[in-house]
C-alpha cells in the first residue's frame, strides 16, 4: 500500500483518543507517513454507539472507528462498513488466521472480516491463596466439582466468611460462563430463537443459583465493582470477573497483594468455555481516504503496537492475536493476565449479536435474579425468561 501523494487527513473516533499511548502512537505513525495525519474525534464510551448510528444516517461518518467488537456485525448489516477482505490479502501485518477465534467471530458477518481485533479480555477466576491455605486446599478448582466442595469448604456463614461471591444485579452476565461450559447457548446458531433454557442451560442454572449458599447474602444486591471490598477483606475467598479486577486490586488494595492469584474458570462438560469482550478497528464506507485509513489500521496491528497498547500498558487488556498471548513477553510483562491469556483460546464470542438480544439479557437477569433469591427454582427463571424472549424475537 502506497503513501497518498498529497497531504490526507484520516478522522479516528473512538473514546481512546486522549490516552497517552493512543497520542503516541498516532505522532508515531505521522512520522513515517508525513502525508497523512490522524484527526481524533472522542466520544464518551457509553454514548459511542448512538453518536456513529446518528453520523451514519446523516452521512458523516468518521473514516476509522475504534468500537465494541460485537458491535461489528450490526454496522456490517447495515452496509456501514468496508470489507477488509482485499486489503488483509496484501497485507504482510495483518494476519486473519493469527486472531483469537472469539475474536474473530465478534467482526465476521456473511462469512466476511468487517473489523480488525484490536483488544479484549476474558472472565477468570480470582482467588485468597491465604484463605485456600487455611483451609487446606491445594489449589484453584479445575472442574464444577471441586468448585462447588471448595465453596462449601471456605464457607462459615457464623463466621462471616464465604467461599464465593454472587451478585443479583449482574446475574445475567455471570450466568454466561456456566452455560457455555456446560454446551448450551444463549440463542440458537442463526440467532433467531431462544436457547438458554436448554437441558445444558438448566444445568448451568441449578448449578450457578446453588452457589448462592456459599455467598453473603449482604452483597447479593451489589454489582461485581462495588462487590470487591468483600473480597479485599478476605470474607469471599473466590470471585469470578474479568481482567480489570487484577488492576483494580493492584491499585486499591496493595496490602493483599502476595494473598490473591488468578486462575482459568473450572471446565464444565463442554471443556474450557468463557467469556470475552473486546474492541475492533472498523472502516466506513463512507470514507474517501480509504488507502491512508487501511494504513493507519495496519500501523496499530503491527505486534508491537498491539503489545503496547494491551499489556504494556498500566491496564489489563490483552493483545487479540494467538502469537502474542502465547508469547514469552506477556508472561514476563504481567505475570498476572497469564492465566486470561490461557483463557482466551475458551473464549466464546457469543451469539447474541441479535440487536434485540439486550432486552431479553434485562429479562433473564430479572429472573435469574428472582431464582438467587429463592423465589422461583432455575428452570422456572430460565422458562420464564425464555418465554418473554420469544415474544420480543418474534415482533417485527
Not at 130 to 150: L, N, Q, V
Amino acid at each position: 500500500m502506497k503513501d497518498p501523494a498529497s497531504p490526507q487527513t484520516v478522522t479516528f473516533f473512538s473514546w481512546v483518543g486522549n490516552e497517552p499511548t493512543m497520542k503516541k502512537l498516532a505522532a508515531e505513525f505521522h512520522t513515517q507517513h508525513p502525508n497523512i495525519t490522524i484527526k481524533f474525534e472522542n466520544a464518551p464510551a457509553e454514548q459511542a454507539q448512538q453518536v456513529l448510528s446518528t453520523r451514519i444516517a446523516g452521512n458523516t461518518a468518521p473514516d476509522v472507528a475504534y468500537i465494541n467488537a460485537s458491535d461489528t456485525s450490526d454496522y456490517a448489516a447495515r452496509g456501514a462498513l468496508v470489507d477488509l477482505g482485499g486489503y488483509m490479502g496484501r497485507s504482510t501485518v495483518v494476519k486473519p488466521d493469527d486472531y483469537v477465534d472469539g475474536f474473530k467471530t465478534f467482526v465476521t458477518w456473511n462469512g466476511r472480516m468487517w473489523g480488525l481485533p484490536f483488544d479484549g479480555e476474558t472472565t477468570g477466576l480470582f482467588y485468597r491463596t491465604d484463605r485456600f491455605e487455611e483451609a487446606g486446599i491445594a489449589g484453584p478448582p479445575k472442574t464444577w466439582d471441586e468448585f462447588k466442595a471448595d465453596a462449601e469448604k471456605l464457607t462459615d456463614a457464623a463466621g462471616g466468611k464465604y467461599g464465593f461471591e454472587m451478585f443479583a444485579s449482574e446475574a445475567a452476565y455471570y450466568f454466561y460462563p456456566w452455560l457455555y461450559q456446560a454446551g448450551g447457548d444463549a440463542l440458537t446458531q442463526d440467532g433467531k430463537d431462544i436457547a438458554f433454557n436448554s437441558a445444558a442451560g438448566k444445568t448451568a442454572a441449578a448449578f450457578y443459583v446453588d452457589l448462592a449458599k456459599y455467598s453473603p447474602r449482604d452483597y447479593l444486591n451489589s454489582n461485581s465493582y462495588d462487590g470487591r471490598v468483600a473480597f479485599a477483606k478476605g470474607d469471599v475467598a473466590m470471585y469470578v470477573a474479568g481482567a480489570w479486577f487484577a488492576g483494580t486490586l493492584a491499585d486499591e488494595y496493595p496490602k493483599i497483594t502476595g494473598k490473591w492469584a488468578a486462575a482459568p474458570l473450572p471446565n464444565g462438560a463442554a471443556g474450557c468455555k468463557t467469556t470475552i469482550a473486546g474492541d475492533s478497528l472498523v472502516m466506513f464506507s463512507q470514507t474517501k481516504v480509504s488507502d491512508a485509513a487501511w494504513l493507519w489500521m495496519e500501523f496499530l496491528s503491527q505486534p508491537g503496537n498491539l503489545a503496547n497498547w494491551t499489556y504494556k500498558t498500566e491496564g489489563t487488556l490483552l493483545p487479540p492475536t494467538k502469537a502474542l498471548l502465547a508469547g514469552d513477553d506477556l508472561a514476563k510483562e504481567k505475570p498476572v493476565l497469564k492465566p486470561f491469556a490461557d483463557l482466551m483460546s475458551c473464549g466464546v464470542a457469543s451469539t447474541v449479536a441479535n440487536p434485540k438480544y439486550p432486552r431479553i439479557e434485562t429479562i433473564l437477569n430479572e429472573e435469574l435474579s428472582k431464582a438467587i433469591y429463592g423465589d422461583q427454582t432455575p428452570a422456572e427463571a430460565l422458562d420464564n425468561a425464555a418465554q418473554q424472549g420469544r415474544a420480543i424475537l418474534g415482533r417485527h
